[in-house]
């Protein structure tokens, strides 16, 4: 299974780290290196659940629906991985990776070495590669995904707090969820 952290989705297009990060993803599953993929993301930003658009992307793009697994928590990208790593875990799958551009996977690779103890490896994006893919834009129906009395983490968490957040440390290491 790879895990792909999501963005925020400003509509009505995908922004181009996203196309980046879908199109990759489709493309380790065509080619058969993956035969799952867990979406990760919550709203955070922007009132649509980021691991929602992403499903609805992937199905879009023609990964079929029952391979994809939505992680909605995650509000940073340590959390994408740690709540996603757990989240494999928990449906038994034995090979995971997270599935990103390089920037990102960079950043995560010393917080995922230590705490999942070298069990996640790491398939980012090869930009080479990405350029010859096809970047058809799918139409979704985004609307249906928007959240009402949708919160930013700008007005629930100060910048500490969101530091914090991105550096891994709101995370509950002992919670078995």
């Known amino acids: 299974v790879i895990i792909v952290p999501g963005i925020q989705f400003i509509e009505p297009a995908w922004d181009r780290?996203?196309?980046?990060r879908l199109i990759w993803a489709k493309h380790?599953?065509?080619r058969g290196l993956t035969k799952n993929i867990?979406?990760?993301g919550a709203a955070v930003y922007s009132p649509y659940v980021e691991a929602e658009i992403m499903k609805a992307y992937l199905v879009a793009l023609g990964v079929p629906e029952d391979k994809i697994i939505v992680e909605n928590r995650a509000e940073h990208s340590t959390e994408n991985l740690w709540y996603g790593f757990n989240l494999a875990k928990r449906n038994g799958?034995?090979?995971i990776a997270l599935a990103s551009d390089p920037f990102?996977?960079?950043m995560l690779y010393r917080f995922a070495k230590r705490r999942t103890k070298k069990q996640v490896y790491f398939l980012p994006v090869i930009i080479d590669t990405l350029r010859t893919l096809p970047h058809d834009t799918p139409v979704i129906n985004y609307e249906?995904?928007?959240l009402k009395d949708f919160v930013p983490i700008t007005e629930k968490q100060s910048k500490r707090q969101r530091l914090r957040g991105t550096m891994g440390?709101?995370?509950n290491y002992k919670s078995k969820e």
């Open 104 to 106: 990102q996977s960079k």
């Open 169 to 171: 440390r709101n995370i």
């Open 17 to 20: 780290v996203l196309q980046m």
């Open 28 to 30: 380790l599953y065509d």
């Open 144 to 146: 249906s995904l928007r």
């Open 93 to 95: 799958f034995k090979a």
């Open 38 to 40: 867990i979406t990760s």
